[in-house]
């Protein structure tokens, strides 16, 4: 896969941008009509359940950010790839690994895992 790099670029775009109105357009361009997106607190089918999740992750969590962490990989039609997320002072406060599957360039699935979360009091 020689696109591993972009995509994983635009999907982070997608969970950092606050502005509903270009994270439809992210969306559009990032992820199929029939994408689906699954980790262990959250699940989503298709853009819109996807644009609402990513709005709620903005309202629990106020200025955190993603960012790619280490290279992203893929063969065929599969991507792998890890991101942190984080206020400014803790950009790596919570860390995942993500699996997708590409469909003419764009995700059709995703599957996160948590590889770090705060303990919880």
Do not use: C
């Not at 893929?74 to 690994?97: E, Q």
């Amino acid at each position: 896969m020689d696109n591993a790099q972009r995509i994983a670029e635009h999907y982070i775009a997608v969970w950092n941008e606050t502005d509903a109105d270009e994270r439809s357009k992210l969306i559009a361009e990032t992820f199929t009509d029939d994408t689906t997106y699954i980790d262990p607190l959250m699940a989503a089918d298709g853009p819109s359940e996807l644009h609402a999740l990513v709005g709620a992750v903005h309202q629990r969590f106020p200025g955190f950010r993603f960012a790619l962490v280490g290279k992203p990989d893929g063969y065929g039609s599969r991507l792998r790839f890890s991101w942190k997320l984080g206020p400014a002072d803790n950009d790596d406060m919570i860390k995942g690994t993500d699996f997708a599957v590409v469909e003419d360039g764009r995700l059709r699935s995703v599957d996160g895992f948590l590889d770090r979360i705060p303990a919880t009091a």
